[in-house]
């Protein structure tokens, strides 16, 4: 595994649970190693917040006096010094994995990584290693959230049985749409989708063995956008361990208002959910970057 201790979805910290907010309080926020340090002022210069500090050219960098209650543990000092020298009580060098330059994408294999990505609509009849799942969310989790907050929690319905069963869940809430006049909108659009469950076609969850749900505390800020960065991530991620997925809009929007898939979901109390992919096997290989609107730029 080399030098570094790969951070497994459940250790949110070198130290975890009550380990790490002991140690938290009584050590120092950082601790820099003066045979390593080259006084170069990197990490007080990157440093978000402006919570470290160098004296003069000669000193040692440290926290600055409300460093301890203003970082967010963002590692940015420990991931850009260039001598290993700072090593911060939430990660150390030796657990961060030195960046591959040799691994970085270069932009034409950027721009054609990012424009094979597709919504995966038709599945394998073949259910996904726990495992895999698991390895897969924990290459998600890596996405950016608004002042490292992390907030995003995953509900993997793994159960296929248990997947149609909300996706019925989803059918009567689309259904009951159809019978509101005042949701004319919903009805233009859903009606293909309700037509076509009911000739047992699943145009809901497409016949995905697997759903991933993500949600985070209700009044967590940002918590939207880090799921959607995170199942995000998830989509895009998923080909490279031979998966496929799709963004469920419909899952996300009955779980805003149907109480009967809320129930089933049964997320922690002031949980929201906050957006949901189907996941599975591809059954297709597409063989074309399919074509999209220019964009429309302004300049100010
Ligand atoms: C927020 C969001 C919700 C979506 N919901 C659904 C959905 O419920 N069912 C579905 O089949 N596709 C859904 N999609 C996939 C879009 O239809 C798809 O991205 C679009 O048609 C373009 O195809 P591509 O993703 O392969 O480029 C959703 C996409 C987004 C971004």
Known sequence: MGEFELQMPHKRNS?????????????????????????DGICADICPRGLIEMKDDDSLPVPTSVAEEMCSRCGHCVAVCPHGALSHTAMTPGQCPP???????DQERVEHFLRSRRSIRNYKNKKVDRDLLTKLIDIARFGPTGGNSQPVQWRVIYDTEEVQRLSEMIFAWLSQCMNDPEQENLIKKFSHTVAAWERGEDRISRGAPHLIVTHAPKDSPGALSACTIALTYLELASPSLGLGACWSGFLHEASKVWAPLQKALSLPEEHECFGAMMIGYPKYAYQRLPLRDEPMISWQ
């Open 15 to 39: 130290l975890s649970g009550d380990d790490y907010r002991k140690d938290y309080s009584t050590m120092s926020l950082f601790t820099v190693d003066e045979t390593k340090c080259k006084h």
């Open 99 to 105: 960046v591959r330059r040799e691994w970085l994408l």
